[in-house]
């Protein structure tokens, strides 16, 4: 297959574009709106995607839910054991969560060859501390 490279100005690739029927131009711009989303998109490679999975995982709604829950019969002093024992874990398994985040934000901060403050600025994400 042989490959010529035109130059075709502005106007006359806008002339060109009028000339086509409804579909078409749907289609057109469809392709064009792909094809500035990709230029501009920024394209995690497979090792980062990874590490974005882990950064954001976190206890499922249910879990927050009953964490919540359980939090304030502690505070009320209306926890049974049971319970109690079902918020040890809850807690255990957010403070692993976060064990993992932190590892995650590191690994990151370091692929891209950054601190990590700069990294949690570039992705807006605040350091909280849990009293």
């Known amino acids: 297959m042989t490959t010529i490279q035109l130059e ?3 106007d006359h690739l806008l002339q060109a574009i009028e000339q086509l029927d409804k579909d078409e131009l749907s289609d057109l711009v469809a392709e064009l709106l792909h094809l500035r989303d990709r ?7 497979h090792e980062e995607s990874e590490l974005f ?3 954001n995982q976190w206890l499922t709604v249910a879990e927050q839910q009953q964490r919540a829950r359980l939090q304030q019969k502690l505070e009320e002093e209306t ?9 040890i874990q809850l807690n255990d398994k957010a403070e692993w969560l976060n064990v993992q985040r932190v590892e995650a ?6 692929l891209r060859q950054i601190t990590l ?3 949690m600025q ?4 605040e ?3 849990n009293a």
Request: proline share 5%; no cysteine; aromatic share 2%.
């Open 122 to 125: 570039n992705l807006g994400l």
């Open 117 to 119: 403050p700069q990294l």
């Open 127 to 129: 350091a909280t501390v």
């Open 39 to 45: 230029r501009y998109a920024p394209v995690l490679s």
């Open 8 to 10: 075709v100005s502005r």
């Open 105 to 110: 934000l590191a690994q990151l901060a370091a």
């Open 53 to 55: 999975q882990r950064i």
């Open 79 to 87: 926890l049974t054991l049971s319970e109690h024992q079902e918020l």
